[in-house]
Nanobody
């Protein structure tokens, strides 16, 4: 198993920036990929970005050029740097990890973009 803890959410004005962190603990050896998802009120959860164990990164079209995913293997932590935030980025952001056939999820962190 693996435990995931997100942090870094908050309230920011449009055009501002936030950096989310996802710290993983437990069995790290078999993590195949990690991802960031978000869920806005009344909407389905959607993929924001993913990073594989080999370092391949994907982004949703809606965040390309604004969000950057990175990882620190020494700290077992994945980051989501979010720049040029828009009101439509408001959502609960979740981190997940794929171990074998099982997805593990963090508890989520709220991001609110509002003036």
């Amino acid at each position: 198993q693996v435990q995931l803890v997100e942090s870094g959410g908050g309230l920011v004005q449009p055009g501002g920036s936030l950096r989310l962190s996802c710290a993983a603990s437990g069995s790290m050896l078999t993590i195949k990929a990690m991802g960031w998802y978000r869920q806005a009120p009344g909407k389905e959860r959607e993929l924001v970005s993913s990073i594989t164990s080999g370092g391949s990164i994907n982004y949703a079209d809606s965040v390309k050029g604004r969000f950057t995913t990175s990882r620190d293997n020494a700290k077992n932590t994945v980051y989501l740097q979010m720049n040029s935030l828009k009101p439509e980025d408001t959502a609960v952001y979740y981190c997940n990890a794929l171990l074998g056939p099982v997805y593990y999820w963090g508890q989520g962190t709220q991001v609110t973009v509002s003036s």
